[in-house]
C-alpha cells in the first residue's frame, strides 16, 4: 500500500536520526567509564552493573507497550515525550553527583530510547513508500551501529582528557536540535485509534519480558550464574507470565500486542534473521573486547580503536545495502550475508594471544559487512508483508524480541567464557602464570565464537526460504 500524502521525508527522518544517533551514543560510551564511576561513586562492579542493566530492563519492559503507545498517541507527542525524557535525563547524568542521580537518569534515558525506537521504525513504514524502504532503514542501521561504535572511542578521549561527565554535555546540545527540527518538520503520520488499556496484559507483559530479561542480564553478570535464586526465579516467572500474555493476546478481540504478524510468513523469516543477528552481536562483541583487553592486555581506549573501523565500515555500508535491497531484493543479499559470518566466526574461533591486531582487524570488519547485509535488508522486507494496521504491533514485537536475545546472547557467551576459562585453568600445571591466564581467556573466547558460528549456520538455513515481499497498492505478494 503506497502512501499519498507528500512528507519533508528528509527533515522527518533526519531529526529521528540525530535523536537516535545520540541516544545510541550515550547508552554504549558510558560502559567505558564504569570503572572510573566504581572509584568515583565507591561501589562495587554488581552496582555498577545496574547502570546497563537497568537500562536494558527499562527497554523490556517498555517495548511490549509500544505499539499500544503508537495507536494512543500522536506522532508528535510520542516523538515530544521521548526527546523531552532523553534531554531530562542526559542533564540529569551530567550533573549526578552520587551513583542513585545517575541511575535514575539512565532510567530516564532508557524510556526516551523506548519510545523512539519502535516510533522511528513506525514512522518510515508510514512515510516511505516500500520501494524506497530499504534506503531508509539502512539510515537506521548505520545509527544502529555506527553510533555504539564511535561511543566508547569518543568516551575514552573524553575520560582521559576531561571527565566522563562529558560524554553526556557533549550528548545534549545535539538532542535539543534533533528536538527542534523535529517539531518544526515532523508530522502526524498515523491514526490515533485510542485503543482500550488492557491493565492484565501490561502486568504480565511487565513481569514476562522484564523478568526474563533481567534474570538473563544477571546471569549475564557472572557473579551468580545460572544456578543464582534470582536468575532462576526471575527467568521463572518471566516465562509463567509469557505464557499468560500470549494466551490472553490470542483471546482478545482488540489485543495491545497483535500476535496476528505470526501469520506473515516473510515477517518470520525477518524476525529470526534479525533475532539471529542480535545473538551474533552481543555474544561475540561482548567477548571481543573481553579478550582484547585481559587476554592481550590492552587498554579500553586501544580496544575501542581497534573494533572502530569494522563498526564505522558497517554504518556506511547500511544504506548501500538498503538500495542494494530496494533494488535486488534480500535473498542476494541475506544470504553471502551470513556466508561470510559464518567463515569470521570459525576463523576467529583459531585466534591467540600471538595473533596479530590487523588479522583481529580483518576479521571484525568481515563479521561488521557480513551483518550489514543481513540486518535491515531481512528486516524491512519481513515489514513490508504487514499491512499498515499491524505495522505498530510488528515494530513492538521485534523490538522486544531484540532485547530478550540481547539479553540472552550476553549470558551465554558470558557463561561459555567463564566456563571455558575454568576448564582450562583446571587442567593447567600453573594456573596463576600471567601467559596461563591469557591463554585460558582465549579458550574461553573460542567457546563463544564457536556458538556464534553455530547460531550463524542455523540462519543461513532458515535464509533460504527468503522470497521477496511486493507490495501491489490493494495486496501484498511475496515472490
Avoid at 97 to 111: G, K, P, Y
Wanted: charged share 10%; aromatic share 10%.
Amino acid at each position: 500500500m503506497e502512501t499519498t500524502k507528500q512528507y519533508n521525508t528528509r527533515a522527518i527522518l533526519g531529526s529521528l536520526l540525530i535523536c537516535g544517533f545520540v541516544g545510541f551514543f550515550s547508552e554504549t560510551a558510558l560502559n567505558v567509564a564504569i570503572s572510573n564511576l566504581m572509584d568515583v561513586f565507591h561501589i562495587e562492579a554488581a552496582t555498577a552493573q545496574w547502570l546497563t542493566t537497568g537500562f536494558l530492563l527499562t527497554l523490556g519492559i517498555l517495548m511490549p507497550v509500544s505499539g499500544l503507545l503508537l495507536q494512543r498517541f500522536s506522532t508528535r507527542q510520542l516523538f515530544t515525550g521521548s526527546l523531552v525524557s532523553l534531554i531530562v535525563g542526559t542533564f540529569v547524568a551530567a550533573l549526578s553527583v552520587n551513583f542513585e542521580m545517575l541511575m535514575v537518569a539512565r532510567v530516564l534515558q532508557a524510556l526516551g530510547m523506548g519510545l523512539l525506537l519502535p516510533l522511528m521504525f513506525n514512522t518510515i513504514l508510514v512515510i516511505f513508500p516500500p520501494e524506497k524502504r530499504g534506503e531508509a532503514m539502512g539510515f537506521v542501521g548505520l545509527v544502529i551501529m555506527f553510533a555504539p561504535a564511535t561511543g566508547p572511542t569518543v568516551a575514552g578521549i573524553l575520560i582521559e582528557y576531561l571527565s566522563w561527565q562529558y560524554i553526556f554535555w557533549l550528548s545534549l546540545p545535539f538532542l535539543v536540535i534533533g528536538l527542534l527540527v523535529g517539531l518544526k518538520y515532523l508530522e502526524n503520520v498515523t491514526e490515533v485509534t485510542k485503543p482500550r488499556i488492557d491493565l492484565l496484559s501490561v502486568i504480565l507483559s511487565t513481569i514476562g519480558f522484564g523478568g526474563v530479561v533481567f534474570g538473563f542480564s544477571k546471569a549475564g553478570e557472572g557473579t551468580g550464574g545460572w544456578g543464582s535464586a534470582v536468575v532462576l526465579i526471575s527467568i521463572g516467572a518471566g516465562l509463567i507470565a509469557l505464557v499468560l500474555f500470549t494466551l490472553r493476546q490470542i483471546w482478545m478481540r482488540d489485543p495491545m500486542m497483535n500476535l496476528g504478524v505470526f501469520k506473515f510468513p516473510m515477517y518470520i523469516v525477518g524476525l529470526l534473521m534479525v533475532l539471529s543477528c542480535m545473538l551474533i552481536m552481543m555474544s561475540s562483541m561482548i567477548i571481543l573486547p573481553m579478550f582484547l583487553q585481559n587476554g592481550l592486555k590492552m587498554s579500553a581506549f586501544t580496544t575501542g580503536l581497534i573494533l572502530l573501523p569494522g563498526s564505522v565500515l558497517n554504518g556506511i555500508l547500511s544504506p548501500r545495502m538498503g538500495r542494494l535491497f530496494d533494488r535486488y531484493g534480500p535473498k542476494w543479499l541475506v544470504i553471502p550475508g551470513l556466508a561470510i559470518v559464518a567463515v569470521m566466526m570459525w576463523s576467529f574461533s583459531f585466534i591467540s594471544p600471538a595473533s596479530s591486531i590487523a588479522l583481529i582487524v580483518a576479521l571484525h570488519i568481515g563479521i561488521m559487512i557480513g551483518i550489514s547485509m543481513v540486518w535491515m535488508p531481512a528486516q524491512t522486507n519481513g515489514l513490508n508483508q504487514l499491512p499498515p494496521e499491524l505495522y505498530p504491533h510488528g515494530t513492538a514485537v521485534m523490538n522486544t524480541l531484540q532485547q530478550v536475545a540481547g539479553a540472552i546472547g550476553t549470558a551465554v557467551a558470558v557463561s561459555l567464557l567463564m566456563g571455558g576459562t575454568e576448564q582450562y585453568l583446571r587442567e593447567s600445571a600453573a594456573p596463576t602464570a600471567p601467559a596461563e591466564l591469557s591463554n585460558a581467556m582465549t579458550f574461553g573466547s573460542h567457546h563463544v565464537f564457536l556458538f556464534a558460528m553455530l547460531v550463524t549456520i542455523i540462519s543461513l538455513v532458515i535464509a533460504f526460504f527468503i522470497r521477496r515481499v511486493i507490495v501491489d497498492r490493494a495486496e501484498l505478494k511475496t515472490t
